[in-house]
């Protein structure tokens, strides 16, 4: 069973960065597409970034374009998102999914395989 590992959650005053990592347990990453998800507090859980596998094509929420980049190195069985310029409402628990590729993120349903969430608050 694949399975995947998130790190680098945690506390930042609105305007910081923080860099998340995602680490998947076997090299049939490379196969699937890779997203980022968010969940915050009484919300649904929303795609942010998303990184195709076989067309390398990227996509970002509105609410984070321009200030998140994915990152993805198939040889390292990893995907990065590097998050510039945080706001508190960027604050939530963050997921990485792997699933099939498609035009943009689609929904959590699209996702076949799921880290455990780390929790990043932008607070002063």
């Known amino acids: 069973q694949l399975q995947l590992v998130e790190s680098g959650g945690g506390l930042v005053q609105p305007g910081g960065s923080l860099r998340l990592s995602c680490v998947a347990s076997?090299?049939?990453?490379?196969?699937?597409?890779v997203a980022w998800f968010r969940q915050a507090p009484g919300k649904e859980r929303e795609a942010v970034a998303c990184f195709g596998s076989w067309r390398g094509d990227t996509y970002y929420a509105d609410a984070v374009k321009g200030r998140f980049t994915i990152f993805r190195v198939n040889a390292e069985r990893k995907s990065d998102l590097q998050m510039n310029s945080l706001k508190p409402e960027d604050t939530a628990v963050y997921y990485c999914?792997?699933?099939?590729?498609?035009?943009?993120?689609?929904?959590?349903?699209?996702?076949?395989?799921w880290g455990q969430g780390t929790q990043v608050t932008v607070s002063s």
């Open positions: 999914a792997l699933g099939g590729d498609r035009l943009g993120c689609g929904t959590e349903r699209d996702y076949d395989y």
């Open positions: 076997e090299y049939t990453f490379a196969n699937y597409a």
